[in-house]
């Protein structure tokens, strides 16, 4: 299975970093997305994982550890705009669906 | 903007009902997927079509169905519609089984609402 945890909110400061981590169960899995969506719109991708390490894109990074079991979505210099929801979501390596997390809330203050 | 497009953007009905959701992938694309998300449920995957042909079905209910036309869109029909069916219903659209990267892009999602 691919139960997917991450944390159910996150405050920071504008300008700050925020780190949001996910753990899966390992079995079947293969890729790790991260989607941004913002209350009542449709979720936007923000990242791929499916090796191990680090993937930098801008202000967004993210990095997979398949033995762990463990992924994390970093927000550099945080803006009013990154105030939305988190999702992690596992994709089963023989259908391709993709089971999501419940999303974690982040909410930039000035 | 995305470029998957769902028709109707809003929805209200009443219990017993029966209504159909429409999907239009992105050019190009042959995967369609349907997803659920309630408040207390998340982000919840029903079914994927590909190429006209189901692939794989997560948690829908036998009340609803879907299909996938020729020239690609997709169309979810709920019907017998309960309270605990209002939702907002998102169509994700990738570019087939090939490729590592099947990168889901999603629509605006339509949000049913039923009284």
């Known amino acids: 299975g691919q139960n997917i945890d991450q944390p159910t909110e996150m405050t920071a400061t504008e300008g700050a970093i925020v780190q949001i981590n996910c753990t899966y169960q390992?079995?079947?899995?293969?890729?790790l997305f991260w989607y941004q969506q913002h209350a009542g719109e449709a979720p936007t991708f923000l990242s791929y994982?499916?090796?191990?390490g680090l993937e930098e894109k801008g202000r967004f990074s993210s990095f997979l550890s398949r033995s762990k079991g463990y992924s994390y979505l970093l927000l550099k210099e945080l803006q009013m705009k990154d105030s939305a929801s988190y999702l992690c979501?596992?994709?089963?390596?023989?259908?391709?669906?993709?089971?999501f997390g419940a999303g974690t809330t982040v909410t930039v203050r000035a | 903007d995305s470029g998957v497009t769902q028709t109707p953007k809003h929805l209200i009905t009443a219990t017993g009902q029966r209504v159909t959701l429409r999907c239009s992938p992105r050019?190009?694309?042959?995967?369609v997927y349907w997803y659920q998300q309630s408040l207390d449920q998340g982000l919840q995957f029903l079914i994927q079509?590909?190429?006209?042909?189901?692939?794989a079905k997560g948690n829908i209910l036998e009340r609803f169905s879907a299909q996938q036309f020729p020239d690609l869109h997709s169309e979810l029909n709920l019907s017998s519609l309960e309270l605990g069916d209002s939702a907002l219903y998102f169509c994700?659209?990738?570019?087939?089984?090939?490729?590592?990267?099947?990168?889901?892009?999603f629509g605006p999602g339509t949000r049913l609402l039923v009284l």
């Open positions: 979501a596992g994709r089963g390596s023989n259908d391709y669906k993709l089971s």
């Open positions: 079509y590909y190429n006209g042909e189901e692939r």
């Open positions: 994982n499916v090796l191990d």
């Open positions: 994700a659209s990738s570019g087939g089984l090939a490729g590592i990267q099947e990168t889901q892009y």
């Open positions: 390992t079995s079947g899995f293969n890729g």
């Open positions: 050019s190009g694309d042959l995967s």
